[in-house]
């Protein structure tokens, strides 16, 4: 919210520099985002008034002016065709900045100097409201009031020796959303109380009830509505100060009534309304609940769709006004306007933000009636609001207010405990003081007892109902930083957190790898989504398309992260991310159908080692991968794990292999489908690995097992079998063939191709055996060597070659 | 005496000058340099020279030492790296290198902090990023209807169901599992509705904590978050706790501490204020522990949050945040 340094100070007397009003605001919790010097800009410039106009020798179009602005007379050369003797002039002076260029077509600023144009002395320039940055007219110079005073700086005659803050109001504290409201605070810092203006009326000898009625048909959602009549005011600009004034809060003038009320709204934070009385049909304001569907069309010329529930202003026959919200353009002000009835309402909060919301209409009276007005202070901004129409616009009051306010809504007493305050902020303060500090913000003690006191808060405090909203007062005015810092010991036990030493086990581990973790957005395109066949969670409200489901896997982010990388000449790629997948699942989870699941998603691609003099890099390939795979489940501490080789469906990846961790399916790893890479725009082979972080938890202690005391044998031993039988069963039948002194089976060689028949290869091991109870001597060793080659050879048709 | 110093010293810029071995410099050192070497020997002889000469033939004397030492220091570095070039090696062939992995920027920043509470004897919790109204609203003391949830633009799935906005609804599951005392770090990934920019994502990551005991005072939440701030930023510096809003606590603060880049003065990342806000905390709102079934009366406890992204392009100085989920590696090495 924008605020003018000037306004506030109608409201409470203040010597505190911009810069200290904004750091102490900020203190308060009225956080000042900037602060803006408006008459910066027009530094060097004055009013003038053109004493004489004579044409320039040398030049068809100009003209040589000279100009008092009142500590001296100037020459200037001006080219305006407006220019004539006795006007008032806005006057750059050498070295000011004029705005805005309209010689250059994106209209820059430019430095003022002493010129000589065509051969005459020009010591500065009458500008135009363009140059100015004041309005469009490029095409004469801005002439100024008559009245204004010759010499005076061009920023006071516009009422911009001030200073504008921004500040950003929480949305607890509407009764900050005005001047009267911030200097409230200010009093705080001040110690003095604010007040606002003392409003004196001159009411005509007729009674408003004479010529006007209100009736309330939605008590509910209408606690209080009022209204005043005044006849016969003159429509038109509004006076100076009125305008300069709007124009600092960041508002347009548009004409008196209409900037009075918004005038008051900035004074004291109630939103107004004025009607065009003739357009109210019988004479009269029913508010009532809109019938749904009904069309209508609001004072900024869009038609709206009324919902349910909208709580409207009408007159005898239509609606008139969206309730606190906007008004409609059938009876807005207009310049043929003679009568106005003005209201001033409180309306429920609630109910105003739902009406807002369904139209998506913003509005300043909607953004205050939808977090709180004070119905306190209904009657004090319509008799504001008349008073000062009276004075802009002229016309006769009538007399009385209606004011319908069927039931009274009272301050709210709130108790207050001494030691719960201290209790909950740690401090040691006494009951007088939290008094005190309450009292700075206009918050009475009432009754009271030894530790308990009732406070009576006021009704603009709409963020204040429990005791907990008045230790908060206390700390704010007692200050933060006052309060002391002490800081305690403890450990927590209920969270140990298992899983995050899990997460970060597998990321040191493929850091390790080489591996550089990645973290993609986890919002994409429904058709990326259901790339994995799951059936995608799908946003209500997305971005757009491109955004508009949660991913159903990590690698199609990975994918994209791989593409980027490789358009930038990087090609070789470790990429690892952990996060969450969603889906709807059939089940009800957690929340609602949702399925959600934490995974670690491996990426590889290129070369396996950045190139070297001594020896060459390799393209890394599927097994690269599976060997990693391995390896990071080593490094989870699971022993009992398994390849699963069947074919399922895998939509990502061809021919994937399936990791089984304790009979249940922990994700898989394989080469992205040629059709899934292009579709990412990744032209490279391309491998992923993506397991469920849950299963790769493992419950094994550890625990210290004897070393042994004995040697290893290594024996080497090769077959020649048929080409569907592959190592892994090969190894297996090894194994059980043993007498429990085969401890390892290592493959080091395959080899299919010449020297071997048609559907044979050629597979090499490495035997490991070793005994617990002593070291195994030659024959001992044959013996077992043979019994596993005997077994080999007869049950999977192998047959040994000779090394 | 002056010229037996004049004499040695030609003898020490000779003998230098044929010095090609470790094991040559080491018998110059021994000879000239050692405890009884022959410029110690000298100054052994000063005190039999006449007083009058003393004091020059020290100044001689101290220079022949710092010329011996430096023609020593400067041979030494010179044969470290001159390398043995032989027929047979060539060592300053390139090494073999391996491809470096490295941990994401925004995770190293979420170790750190985590490291940090951890110490201070905090547990670390997590919950679900999709979740429904009421753990992200309506149980943080959001009302229905209240204008408090503009201040999260919200993704929505169903009327129910929507993609967490920040990472508070983990209090409320950690608080509706566990009796106090607690005291938990939440880190997660959360989501708002923001079109994509330099300083805005639709996801991003926060972390969270919350500490709820008998007897926890607004006092006891400064002094963690100052201990936090100065091992996270530096013990020297200065900070302010300002009153703030949010929906869950009260009072409500946000801390900020002076502008590390400009120290104060005023610059671009502080939005020329001189303070960075480093992050939001409060007290627990008693309705929060109400809807957890929690007695207010019995415990207070509070709670604070902090957005990694922004923490870590303070800390790194990166200001465009998309960087972050780009997975450029030409980006992610230089973490
Ligand atoms: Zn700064």
Not at chain 1, 539 to 546: A, D, F, R, S
Not at chain 2, 132 to 153: I, T
Not at chain 2, 257 to 266: A, E, N, Y
Request: proline residues 5%; hydrophobic residues 35%; glycine residues 8%.
């Amino acid at each position: 919210m924008k605020l003018s340094h000037n306004w506030l100070q109608h409201y409470i007397k203040f010597k505190l520099a911009p810069e200290q009003l904004s750091e102490q605001l900020t203190m308060l919790g009225l956080e000042v985002e900037s602060y803006e010097h408006l008459g910066e800009k027009y530094k060097g410039f004055v009013v003038g008034q053109v004493l004489e106009v004579q044409k320039h020798p040398n030049a068809e179009k100009l003209s040589v002016c000279r100009v008092n602005i009142g500590k001296e007379v100037l020459q200037i050369v001006c080219g305006a065709p407006n220019v004539a003797a006795g006007q008032k002039v806005a006057v750059g002076l050498s070295g000011a900045t004029v705005p805005k260029n309209q010689h250059d077509p994106n209209g820059k600023p430019f430095t003022l100097s002493h010129v000589k144009l065509r051969g005459v002395d020009s010591f500065g320039m009458i500008c135009s409201e363009y140059e100015l940055d004041l309005g469009p007219d490029k095409d004469g110079i801005l002439v100024l009031d008559r009245k204004a005073k010759i010499g005076r700086s061009l920023s006071s005659y516009l009422g911009l020796d001030d200073v504008a803050y921004e500040i950003g109001i929480t949305p607890n504290r509407p009764d900050l959303l005005s001047h009267f409201g911030v200097a409230r605070e200010i009093g705080i810092l001040t110690g003095k109380q604010p007040s606002l203006p003392k409003v004196k009326l001159r009411e005509s000898t007729v009674s408003v009830a004479k010529h006007f009625s209100v009736k309330v048909e939605d008590k509910v959602n209408c606690p209080r509505f009022a209204v005043r009549v005044i006849r016969n005011v003159k429509i038109g600009p509004s006076p100076e100060w009125l305008q300069h004034a709007l124009r600092a809060a960041g508002l347009r003038p548009r004409n008196n009534v209409v900037d009075v009320t918004n005038y008051v709204m900035l004074e004291c934070g109630q939103p107004m309304h004025a009607f065009d009385y003739a357009q109210l049909r019988g004479s009269k304001i029913i508010v009532r609940q809109a019938k749904a569907g009904t069309s209508f069309r609001t004072l900024d010329g869009k038609e709206h769709t009324l919902p349910e529930g909208a709580v409207m202003v009408c007159d005898g026959v239509r609606e008139v006004s969206i309730a606190g919200v906007m008004g409609g353009e059938n009876s807005e002000i207009s310049d043929t306007t003679t009568d106005v009835v003005l209201e001033s309402a409180y309306w429920n909060p609630s109910s105003i933000r739902r009406t807002a919301k369904a139209l998506g209409i913003t509005s300043d009276a909607a953004y205050r009636f939808e977090r709180g007005a004070d119905p306190h202070a209904t009657p004090y901004a319509l008799d504001r609001a008349a008073e000062l129409i009276l004075q802009t616009a002229g016309g006769e009051l009538l007399k009385g207010r209606i004011d319908i306010y069927p039931k009274k809504i009272n301050e709210r007493i709130v108790p207050l405990r001494t030691s719960r305050c201290n209790r909950i902020l740690g401090t040691s303060l006494s009951s007088s003081e939290i008094v005190l500090c309450l009292k700075k913000l206009g918050i009475a003690k009432g009754k009271g007892s030894a530790d308990k006191n009732f406070f009576r808060v006021p009704t603009f405090r709409v963020d204040i109902e429990r005791e907990i909203d008045l230790i908060e007062e206390v700390a704010r005015v007692f200050g933060y930083n006052n309060i002391e810092s002490k800081t305690v010991a403890a450990i927590d036990l209920n969270h140990p957190f298992e899983k995050q030493i899990l997460a970060d086990r597998i990321c040191d581990t493929l850091v390790g790898f080489g591996y550089q973790e990645a973290l993609t957005i986890s919002i994409q395109s429904e058709e990326t989504s259901r790339l994995t066949g799951a059936s995608p969670v799908v946003l209500m409200n997305p971005l757009g398309k491109e955004m508009s489901t949660m991913r159903t896997s990590l690698i199609p982010g990975l994918l994209e992260a791989a593409a980027r990388n490789q358009s930038f000449g990087n090609t070789d790629l470790r990429l690892f991310e952990i996060g969450h997948v969603f889906r709807v699942d059939s089940e009800p989870q957690m929340v609602g159908n949702i399925r959600e699941d934490e995974r670690v998603c491996l990426f590889l691609s290129g070369k396996n080692l950045p190139r070297h003099w001594k020896s060459d890099s390799q393209e890394l390939t599927l097994y690269d991968l599976k060997g990693e795979v391995a390896d990071l489940l080593d490094a989870c501490g699971l022993d009992s794990w398994r390849y699963i080789y069947y074919s399922t469906s895998e939509t990502l990846a061809e021919n994937p292999i399936f990791v089984e961790i304790n009979g249940t399916t922990a994700g898989f790893l394989g080469k992205v489908k040629g059709e899934v890479c292009k579709r990412f725009g990744f032209e490279q082979e391309a491998f992923v690995a993506e397991l469920t972080l849950s299963a790769l938890k493992s419950d094994k202690k550890k625990k210290y097992t004897a070393l042994p005391k004995f040697p290893k044998v290594r024996r080497d031993v090769a077959f020649v079998v048929d080409s569907n039988v592959t190592s892994e069963i090969m190894e297996r039948c090894m194994k059980e063939s043993g007498s429990g002194l085969l401890q390892e089976v290592e493959l080091f060689d395959m080899y299919e191709g010449e020297n071997l028949p048609k559907g044979k290869k050629s597979l090499a091991f490495t035997l490991v055996l070793q005994s617990q109870e002593k070291t195994l001597v030659d024959h001992e060793i044959d013996t077992e060597v043979r019994r596993i080659v005997t077994r080999v050879e007869r049950e999977l048709g192998a047959e040994l070659r000779s090394s | 005496m002056q010229t037996k110093i004049a004499q040695l010293r030609q003898q020490v810029e000779a003998e230098i000058g044929s010095v090609t071995t470790e094991d040559q410099l080491e018998a110059f050192r021994i000879k000239f340099l050692a405890r009884k070497g022959l410029v110690a020997s000298l100054f052994d002889d000063l005190k039999n020279v006449p007083a009058p000469e003393k004091p020059m033939a020290g100044k001689y004397l101290n220079e022949l030492r710092q010329r011996t030492q430096m023609l020593f220091d400067e041979k030494a570095a010179s044969l470290k790296s001159t390398p043995h070039v032989s027929a047979q090696l060539d060592p300053t062939l390139p090494g073999r290198r391996k491809f470096l992995g490295t941990k994401h920027p925004l995770m190293q920043t979420l170790d750190e902090i985590k490291s940090i509470f951890v110490g201070m004897g905090f547990g670390i919790a997590d919950g679900p990023e999709i979740e429904d109204d009421w753990h992200n609203f309506s149980a943080l003391n959001f009302p229905p209807d209240h204008p408090a949830r503009d201040m999260q633009d919200t993704f929505f799935v169903d009327r129910n169901i929507l993609l967490r906005t920040h990472t508070s609804p983990v209090q409320i599951r950690v608080m509706e599992n566990n009796t106090p005392p607690i005291r938990t770090i939440m880190p997660g990934r959360v989501y708002r509705n923001e079109a994509v920019s330099a300083r805005s994502l639709c996801n991003f990551y926060q972390v969270e904590g919350l500490a709820v005991d008998v007897g926890i005072t607004f006092s006891e939440l400064k002094g963690t978050l100052l201990s936090f701030a100065r091992r996270f930023y530096g013990k020297d510096i200065k900070y302010r706790f300002r009153p703030s809003f949010f929906p869950f606590t009260e009072p409500s603060a946000e801390m900020d501490i002076t502008c590390f880049i400009c120290r104060g003065k005023g610059c671009r990342m502080c939005k020329q204020s001189g303070w960075l806000e480093i992050l939001g905390c409060g007290m627990v709102d008693p309705n929060v522990f109400t809807s957890v079934g929690y007695d207010p009366e019995k415990y207070t406890g509070y709670a604070f949050g902090m957005g990694i992204e922004r923490t870590a392009a303070l800390l790194y100085g990166v200001d465009d945040i998309r960087l972050f989920y780009e997975n450029d590696v030409r980006f992610l090495r230089q973490f």
